[in-house]
Nanobody, 134 residues
Framework: EVQLVESGGGLVQAGGSLRLSCATSGITFEDSAIGWFRQTPGQEREGVVSIRSSDGDTYYTDSVKGRFTITSDSAKKTFDLQMNSLKPEDTAVYYC???????????????????????????WGQGTQVTVSS
């Protein structure tokens, strides 16, 4: 029943901005964490950012700190990723993912270990392409 749908990807020049949105259904909002991951061909999928719905606690990977911001809307059950100062290395397919079982631990674990765990996330969207030209 859980569904995640990403939107907002596109082509921008370096230094530009995009805002991605993840629309969710079928999740218990306050018990969930939402993560944004990205992947390029031949590369491992990497965690970019995550937010715990209950209190808004967040994790950002070092490469996007100060440039990306994740927000949640409990009424709409949506999560947005505002991406500013985009760089060519940000080019990837971006996936929205939901952790519906370990939300209370995912953010804290990421903060301690320095990265999100793919295996903590149970549901995935189809992805949206972000391309940043140099």
């Amino acid at each position: 029943e859980v569904q995640l749908v990403e939107s907002g990807g596109g082509l921008v020049q370096a230094g530009g901005s995009l805002r991605l949105s993840c629309a969710t259904s079928g999740i218990t909002f306050e018990d969930s964490a939402i993560g944004w991951f990205r992947q390029t061909p031949g590369q491992e999928r990497e965690g970019v950012v995550s937010i715990r719905s209950s209190d808004g606690d967040t994790y950002y990977t070092d490469s996007v700190k100060g440039r990306f911001t994740i927000t949640s809307d409990s009424a709409k059950k949506t999560f947005d990723l505002q991406m500013n100062s985009l760089k060519p290395e940000d080019t990837a397919v971006y996936y929205c993912a939901a952790d519906t079982t370990t939300a209370g631990l995912t953010i804290a674990s990421a903060q301690v270990m320095g990265g999100l765990r793919l295996e903590d996330f149970d549901y995935w969207g189809q992805g949206t392409q972000v391309t940043v030209s140099s």
